[in-house]
């Protein structure tokens, strides 16, 4: 649950002190990119600030000055913020079971994609290389899947003449539904989920499908989310592998949410959050567990 202080672009914290879960009014996180007015009038009511990279180029922006310590989602973090406290954590680290629906209805198609229309389609979520893929996925494979254009949903796709002649050879093995879709449902009747994006920093959507046990097919390249591909849990591929890992995916019997929860979920990724932020924020040194405005009915239940 974000402010209405600065139209979304930041959360409120929570956190369990032992005793009660308790709103955080001290520290504010930094979820997008904000400009110089949106600092001052967040800042003036806040003493401290976190940073959590939901946006590939928030540590550019006018906000960043005033975080103490950054949440990132980088291989290679000093590429991206050098010599900034920092831990690879992000907002997808924290689904859980307890939080999202699970179904178990049969299976409806191979895969699922979730993308947007416009430039942002390439750039984030690697539309390109999704039309790149469907020779071999569609065509050699004979998969069928299903394309959700859930974010501005009128705009065209912008693809270049050679891609438009292959998505318009290939969409009648794809499925497409525009607008609000209800994910449970999708990721349930999916064998698994197919993520070309590319400047995304840790889509939700990864975690919430090993959360359901729904394996990943992910992009090699892509910037966040990177962390959560393993044996158990999916694979990665590029445009010339595709057909062996499409196969394996397939083929291979997965253990994502067991995987997933060994390391990840609400109270391990809480704690953590909080024990970082104690390093460096004393007037959070008092919690064991730190999550966002919104989920303490998550907390609540995990505490008890």
């Known amino acids: 649950m974000s402010t209405k202080l600065t139209k979304g672009l930041t959360l409120g914290l929570i956190g369990f002190d032992g005793k009660?879960?308790?709103?955080?009014?001290?520290?504010?996180?930094?979820?997008?990119?904000?400009?110089?007015?949106?600092?001052?009038?967040?800042?003036?009511?806040?003493?401290?600030?976190?940073?959590?990279?939901?946006?590939?180029?928030?540590?550019?922006?006018?906000?960043?000055?005033?975080c103490k310590i950054w949440c990132h989602c980088f291989r290679d973090v000093d590429l991206y913020l050098p010599n900034r406290p920092t831990i690879l954590m992000s907002e997808s680290d924290f689904v859980d079971p307890v939080g999202i629906k699970t179904l178990k209805p049969a299976k409806k198609w191979d895969f699922y994609y979730f993308t947007m229309g416009g430039l942002q389609g390439n750039t984030?979520?690697?539309?390109e290389l999704f039309v790149d893929c469907l020779p071999v996925l569609c065509g050699k494979l004979g998969l069928r899947g299903v394309l959700i254009k859930y974010a501005k949903p009128k705009r065209q796709f912008k693809l270049n003449r050679r891609r438009h002649r292959l998505w318009?050879?290939?969409?009648?093995?794809i499925t497409v539904l525009k607008g609000k879709q209800n994910v449970a449902q999708i990721t349930?009747?999916?064998?698994?989920?197919f993520f070309p994006n590319i400047q995304d920093c840790s889509p939700l959507l990864l975690t919430e499908s090993l959360v359901r046990g729904c394996p990943i097919l992910v992009n090699e390249d892509i910037l966040g989310g990177w962390k959560y591909v393993n044996d158990e849990t999916g694979a990665f591929f590029t445009k010339i592998n595709i057909e062996e890992k499409a196969r394996f995916i397939l083929d291979?019997?997965?253990?994502?949410?067991?995987?997933?929860?060994k390391e990840y979920g609400y109270k391990n990724s809480a704690i953590r959050l909080a024990d970082f932020c104690k390093e460096h924020i004393p007037i959070l040194k008092r919690y064991s567990m730190i999550g966002f405005a919104g989920t303490n009915t998550i907390m609540e239940k995990l505490c008890s």
Request: glycine share 6%; net charge positive; aromatic share 14%.
């Open 124 to 127: 984030y979520k690697g539309m």
């Open 188 to 193: 349930s009747k999916s064998k698994f989920g």
């Open 252 to 261: 291979a019997k997965f253990k994502t949410r067991k995987n997933y929860m």
């Open 20 to 66: 009660k879960i308790r709103s955080i009014n001290s520290t504010i996180c930094w979820r997008k990119p904000a400009g110089v007015q949106d600092t001052k009038r967040t800042m003036a009511r806040y003493k401290y600030a976190i940073g959590m990279v939901s946006a590939h180029n928030i540590y550019r922006k006018a906000n960043t000055s005033s």
């Open 168 to 173: 318009g050879k290939y969409k009648k093995y």
